[in-house]
T-cell receptor, first 116, second 112 residues
Framework: KAGVTQTPRYLIKTRGQQVTLSCSPI?????VSWYQQTPGQGLQFLFE???????NKGNFPGRFSGRQFSNSRSEMNVSTLELGDSALYLC???????????????FGQGTRLTVV | QQPVQSPQAVILREGEDAVINCSSS?????VHWYRQKHGEAPVFLMI?????EQKGHEKISASFNEKKQQSSLYLTASQLSYSGTYFC?????????????FGKGTKLSVKP
């Protein structure tokens, strides 16, 4: 069974540009969550999509957006990039979401975004 | 709302024990524990549910004190392979299903 796949693995962008990251969840998983990981801050929750609908949103500016397609694949977009957006972006999938039934999340390897 | 983990870092010799704590200011429904090795994706270790049920895949134990809104992860007789950063993720009652909030992590280094 294939794991969670994130593409690309590495990206270098210039301030002011926009970027799109992709996440393919494990087959059959309908929930996809996105996290930003920076040194010292841990995993900061961005948003979660379930069946093409955003179900939860973290405390990030509107420059961060996402969507989910009918095949559960998800994309995350960051517009008007800032230096502080440099981070590892992780996505995690689960069948129905991680709560209420104790379902684990399966993480991808992440996309390392560097903004210069 | 982000849970607080302690200690931030710990260095052990092989065979020693360690305890990692996770505290929340809110009532918790469940606590998840993950380990991330350098350059790799976080990997699931254990879930502790309100009511005492535990679900885990590895020989690592944990506790969940609902009244104190705390969880502790116990690593006994540590091995080199235990090295990594440990994250707790918390879920609050009434929150939506996919909303796990993680702490900043505890970096564990096991030396020979």
């Amino acid at each position: 069974k294939a794991g969670v796949t994130q593409t690309p693995r590495y990206l270098i962008k210039t301030r002011g540009q926009q970027v799109t990251l992709s996440c393919s969840p494990i087959s059959g998983h309908r929930s996809v969550s996105w996290y930003q990981q920076t040194p010292g801050q841990g995993l900061q929750f961005l948003f979660e999509y379930f069946s093409e609908t955003q179900r939860n949103k973290g405390n990030f500016p509107g420059r961060f957006s996402g969507r989910q397609f009918s095949n559960s694949r998800s994309e995350m977009n960051v517009s008007t990039l800032e230096l502080g957006d440099s981070a590892l972006y992780l996505c995690a999938s689960s069948p129905q979401g991680t709560g209420m039934g104790g379902t684990e999340a399966f993480f991808g390897q992440g996309t390392r975004l560097t903004v210069v | 709302q982000q849970p607080v983990q302690s200690p931030q870092a710990v260095i052990l010799r092989e065979g020693e024990d360690a305890v990692i704590n996770c505290s929340s200011s809110k009532a918790l429904y469940s606590v998840h524990w993950y380990r991330q090795k350098h350059g790799e994706a976080p990997v699931f270790l254990m879930i502790l549910l309100k009511g005492g049920e535990q679900k885990g895949h590895e020989k690592i134990s944990a506790s969940f004190n609902e009244k104190k809104q705390q969880s502790s992860l116990y690593l006994t007789a540590s091995q080199l392979s235990y090295s990594g950063t440990y994250f707790c993720g918390t879920e609050v009652p009434g929150g939506s299903q996919g909303n796990l909030i993680f702490g900043k992590g505890t970096k564990l280094s096991v030396k020979p």
